[in-house]
């Protein structure tokens, strides 16, 4: 079955909003003409090349760079010893209390930590050259013991990631809530337990991660362009690294090509090619090679934890209990110690438990820092507790579906607060089960399961009812302010310039937030322009991650127009020799009835601010506002994940013949977008559950450096979709919008992988860690047949 | 340095001669040399297409073919799809149906389909899924990648 086909929108109709709509963004993409940091070309720019370490652990004895500056084309070559002292350390914005933090330097300092960890830097005419320099770099490494794995890090006697820290334990964090936890347990009819691994992931965006600085000597201004996702946070901390005062920085974000988290960072390489441009007085880019992005730019996920469910007979759940190992690898990056602890936060799900416990124990190990991947401590939280219900209702003997409704808040119940401590804002799980199950004809899936299962096939279905968080978020809960920054300015000639502080790169909010503004403004779509990125440009943001674009970026907008329609009305009323509250605006028309039948529109009304010529005492010339919105909650979108999966018995093979997603983000600007967000987002689970895993074996070796070894979806791992939603507006924001980033890789990670463990339910098999594939599939048929 | 070596390319029908180190990679000759910077570098090691052209009208990644290779040959890029500024039927299609996020793997994406929709003009959604295997997407999860392709098929043939 394939979806529904939106028609495409008649541009001369309002309102844009909830039209499935072609992006504005598009053309210049279609065309090979958008600006990627690679494509920036500045007189007299030379090329960086980093030389990074083989080793995972080591002591750096000597580095001579001798041959490598003889090179000619070489303009420099240069170690920690030489910049260190020039940039400052890498930043963590997560405050944990009693945190563990390594001194995390842009170059090695006498060691190195894992391998990938930058050692020497060379600069060249020519990026060919700079990497020949690299290679030409000699460096006496004295190999040290190594752990990679965290289980065994926290082991007594296990080899110490930094030896000065005298431990590998970064942080012990323990959170519980709601009632009594030991005396849930202890009414208890049954304990399930059960053990989850959520294995390490790499984000891998298509485009790897680049810097281009340029320093103008003269005014002491630096500018620096950079592949992130958070040009104003880069612009808040890099001062505090280099040098240059915050209000003297340019941080652009040009056409960012994918982040997935791996971009919402503060990178060594940042505060490095920054410095060598005001070192060399002259402009200087480094881009990333694949293997680097692999082996240097953060991971997601590597939690192993053990849970313990407290149930009764008739499946009440009483508390839960947790204790997780979270992987941090070698160094803080901006939030890798924060990220487990949001697992704590949504660890509930979408049930009503009385108590829970949870302890997260961050380690250090000679790996790259994890840190925010796509979802960020929500899909390791939707995992165990999705895992969990299907693990308690099998033992137990009770209806998976009936378990999970049995424990849903009834939408009467929301606002509602979680033993976790939040409080969602809004829901209606049950419509979103009931809808799911519906598109996927759920009772047909069942005779055609019993059917296979009768045939001699191992066939399977899996179910996901998740809640996140989204629209991150109210500042009190973030490290570095969680508002957001807009400015609608109308120009003299009426068309609509938007400034926003988020900086997206692949959602599309060119065009959403267009669709906002035109319908508010009652301007046509093409006469508004949306400009982001640009600190010069968009002078306040907290840019693009937690689903926070338009929940939070887009509300800033809707109060700049709100603003900006207060003062038009104040002129209006002006001209129609009234007061403001007796003109109308609609649809760009400012009207009076009963006052007068004078109709003023944008065009004279704009005219009139900037040529000031006829404005009422006291109103000032010019017509743009800006506002900072500032959320009071997040928002918790939710929805149902439906798979069916076939194994093949002979290879091992996960087949997906079936998937039905509904999701409910609220209110939806653009479905189209919207559908492309869902998809995206399950195409990273269908990854992880079936093959993704970065791997680094005993020795530290990073063995998935390339996306030869390291698997992400290819065009026919894909299945048709199945997609659908319900619409519950968050309270929180007048667009009632929630957030879609990240549900896909949410809500399907669990899924799929209880299609699978069903499918094998019937050998006897009740536990397999991430990621199923053929090889672990077949070995574990092999085994029971 | 290795002596330099003469090519003569002809790009997005336009000539080109220069005289190019033997080991420039040809991605980096359009990109440098010629200026011609959709054409993208995603891992240098022929696995993720984002730098796929068509060299003689087949679709070739441009990071593992050497610029001297291209020598004679008559190379089109994205930049060079479009005609008088119309936007060939793959680039309408991915348009239309959303096929792109981030931008970054679409010019390969979108020369990729280019080559295949030329091999077979009515493919199926497996087909078209086969066909793009060796390009990568980390965003769209290729449905919407698939939908875009069908779209042009089809539009070609309604003509």
């Known amino acids: 079955m394939r979806r529904r086909r939106w028609p495409v929108a008649d541009p001369n109709t309002t309102p844009y909003v909830g039209r499935a709509m072609k992006r504005i963004e598009d053309p210049r993409l279609i065309r090979g003409e958008g600006t990627y940091t690679d494509d920036l070309r500045l007189p007299g720019m030379v090329h960086a090349a980093i030389l990074r370490s083989p080793h995972a652990h080591a002591r750096i004895r000597k580095i001579d760079t ?128 059960h053990r989850l691994y959520h294995q390490r992931l790499t984000p891998m965006p298509i485009e790897p991660r680049g810097v281009v600085a340029s320093y103008h000597t003269g005014e002491g201004t630096l500018t620096l362009w950079t592949a992130t996702q958070i040009p104003h946070l880069i612009r808040t901390l890099l001062p505090g690294m280099i040098g240059v005062p915050e209000n003297k920085m340019r941080i652009v974000a040009p056409e960012v090509g994918g982040g997935f988290g791996a971009k919402l960072n503060v990178y060594p390489e940042e505060a490095l090619i920054a410095h060598l441009a005001m070192r060399l007085h002259t402009p200087v880019k480094w881009i990333e090679s694949r293997r680097d992005n692999a082996a240097a730019t953060i991971h997601g996920r590597d939690q192993v934890g053990e849970y313990e469910v407290a149930v009764k007979n008739d499946g009440t759940i009483l508390g839960l209990k947790s204790k997780t190992i979270a992987d941090l690898g070698s160094y803080l990056q901006l939030l890798t110690p924060a990220v487990p602890t949001l697992t704590g936060l949504v660890l509930t799900g979408c049930y009503t438990i009385p108590a829970v416990k949870m302890e997260i124990v961050g380690v250090y190990t000679n790996k790259m820092a994890t840190d925010a991947y ?134 599309g909010q060119e065009t959403t937030f267009a669709q906002i503004v035109a319908d508010r403004v009652g301007v046509p779509i093409e006469d508004v322009v949306i400009l982001h990125g640009d600190t010069s440009v968009a002078h306040y943001g907290r840019d693009t991650y937690g689903s926070r674009g338009t929940a939070v970026g887009g509300t800033a907008i809707v109060m700049c127009i709100d603003k900006m329609i207060a003062k038009a009305k104040t002129l209006a009323a002006h001209l129609f020799e009234t007061t403001s509250d007796h003109v109308v605006f609609e649809n760009g028309r400012f009207t009076s009835p009963g006052v007068t039948n004078r109709v003023i529109t944008w065009p004279e009304l704009a005219g009139e601010f900037y040529v000031a010529k006829n404005l009422p005492p006291g109103l000032e010339p010019g017509l743009e506002a800006s506002s900072f919105f500032e959320p009071q909650n997040f928002t918790f979108p939710f929805g149902t994940h439906i798979c069916a999966v076939d194994l093949d018995r002979d290879t091992g093979h996960v087949k997906i013949t079936k998937y039905v997603a509904v999701d409910d983000c609220g209110p939806q600007i653009n479905p189209l977008i919207v559908e492309g967000q869902v998809q995206g987002g399950i195409a990273h689970s269908i990854g992880q559950v079936l093959f993704e895993q970065t791997i680094y074996n005993e020795d530290g070796q990073l063995v998935t450096g390339e996306f030869m070894d390291y698997a992400i979806p290819r065009a026919h791992d894909i299945p048709d979709y199945i997609l659908g ?43 397999m860690n991430l990621p199923m594939t053929p090889e672990k599939v077949w070995q574990a048929i092999k085994t029971k047949t | ?123 199926s959604r497996e087909q078209i899924a086969e066909g793009l295997r060796g390009n990568l997407c980390r965003c769209t999860g290729y449905s919407h990648i698939i939908d875009a392709v069908n779209h042009a098929a089809k539009a070609v043939a309604r003509g």
Not at chain 1, 735 to 754: D, F, Q, R, S, Y
């Open chain 1, 725 to 767: 939603s319900t619409v519950t507006p968050s309270p929180i924001n007048p667009l009632g919008v929630k957030g879609v980033g990240e549900a896909g890789t949410i809500g399907a990670t669990p899924a799929i992988a209880n299609a699978v463990m069903d499918a094998l339910e019937p050998l006897g098999i009740t536990h």
């Open chain 1, 374 to 507: 796509r979802g960020a401590g929500r899909p390791e939280a939707t995992y165990l507790i999705e895992r969990l219900m299907d693990v308690v209702a099998q033992e137990l003997k009770i209806d998976r579906l009936d378990l999970r409704l049995k424990h849903f808040p009834a939408p009467g119940d929301f606002p509602f607060p979680t033993s976790c401590g939040l409080v969602y804002d809004s829901g209606n799980y049950a419509a979103a089960l009931t809808k799911a199950k519906q598109l996927a004809n759920w009772d047909q899936l069942l005779k055609d399961r019993a059917a296979a299962r009768a045939a001699g096939k191992l066939s399977g279905i899996g179910v996901s009812t998740y809640v996140e968080i989204c629209a991150m978020g109210p500042s009190k809960a973030m490290p570095a302010g969680g508002w957001e920054w807009g400015c609608v300015r109308m120009e003299i000639s009426a068309k609509v310039t938007v400034i926003t502080g988020v900086s997206p790169h692949g959602q």
């Open chain 2, 1 to 123: 340095m290795p002596m330099p070596f003469h090519i003569h390319v002809t790009v997005n029908k336009a000539d080109q001669h220069h005289d190019v180190e033997p080991r420039l990679l040809l991605v980096h000759y359009l990109r440098d040399v010629c200026g011609l910077t959709g054409t993208h570098v995603g891992c240098e090691t022929s696995l993720c297409g984002a730098c796929t052209v068509l060299v003689d009208g087949k679709a070739v990644k441009s990071c593992t073919m050497f610029a001297v290779q291209a020598d004679g040959s008559s190379v089109t890029t994205i930049e060079g799809l479009a005609t008088n500024g119309q936007l060939h039927a793959v680039q309408q299609g991915f348009w239309e149906c959303h096929g792109l996020q981030c931008g970054f793997c679409t010019p390969g994406m979108i020369m990729t389909s280019v080559a295949l929709l030329a091999r077979n003009a009515a493919p």
């Open chain 1, 66 to 193: 001798t041959a490598a500056k003889a090179i000619p084309g070489v303009v420099a070559v240069l170690t920690g010893a030489d910049v260190n002292a020039s940039c400052g350390l890498v930043p963590c914005a997560a405050a944990i209390p009693d945190l563990k933090a390594p001194k995390h330097t842009v170059l090695a300092g006498d060691r190195v930590y894992f391998v990938g960890h930058a050692v020497a830097v060379a600069v060249a005419s020519d990026p060919y050259i700079a990497r020949d320099a690299i290679e030409a770099i000699d460096v006496d490494y004295d190999p040290l013991p190594v752990v990679t794995n965290a289980e065994d890090a926290v082991k007594i006697g296990s080899p110490l990631t930094h030896p000065d820290l005298g431990s590998n334990v970064a942080y012990t964090h323990n959170v519980s809530g709601g009632g009594n936890i030991d005396e849930a347990f202890r009414k208890a009819d049954r304990i399930v337990k």
